[in-house]
């Protein structure tokens, strides 16, 4: 069983849209500050998005800001990402990741699921 299960992945256009969606299971206790991040075809894997387990702090990277959105949901541990204006080069396997510390949740999170495929492309 995996800690983190994530969804919502698939093909998009050129400045499409998807939505991605993380659960924890419940063999997590506590409330975990969650993101998300990404791996591109030959490169290593890198920081998008997190979120701070009360929702009242945000982090992204660079490249997702402006495009990305990521929110909490109403069920305790659960997260979700607004991919807008998706580009070629978002192209990826896409991890959601989380800790109980924020700074790790930002820089090396413990939990982790096993990723979900998004491709942008004509």
């Known amino acids: 069983q995996e800690n983190l299960v994530e969804s919502g992945g698939g093909l998009a256009q050129p400045g499409g849209s998807l939505t991605l969606s993380c659960a924890a299971s419940?063999?997590?206790?506590?409330?975990?500050?969650m993101g998300w991040w990404r791996q591109a075809p030959g490169k290593e894997r890198e920081f998008v998005v997190a979120?701070?387990?009360?929702?009242?702090?945000?982090s992204y990277a660079d490249s997702a800001k402006g495009r990305f959105t990521i929110s909490r949901g109403d069920i305790k541990n659960t997260v979700y990402l607004q991919m807008n204006s998706l580009k070629p080069e978002d192209t990826g396997v896409y991890y959601c990741?989380?800790?109980?510390?924020?700074?790790?949740?930002?820089?090396?999170?413990?939990?982790w699921g096993q990723g979900t495929q998004v491709t942008v492309s004509s």
């Open positions: 419940g063999r997590i206790t506590g409330t975990l500050n």
């Open positions: 990741a989380a800790d109980l510390t924020y700074g790790k949740a930002l820089h090396n999170p413990t939990f």
């Open positions: 979120i701070h387990w009360s929702g009242e702090d945000t």
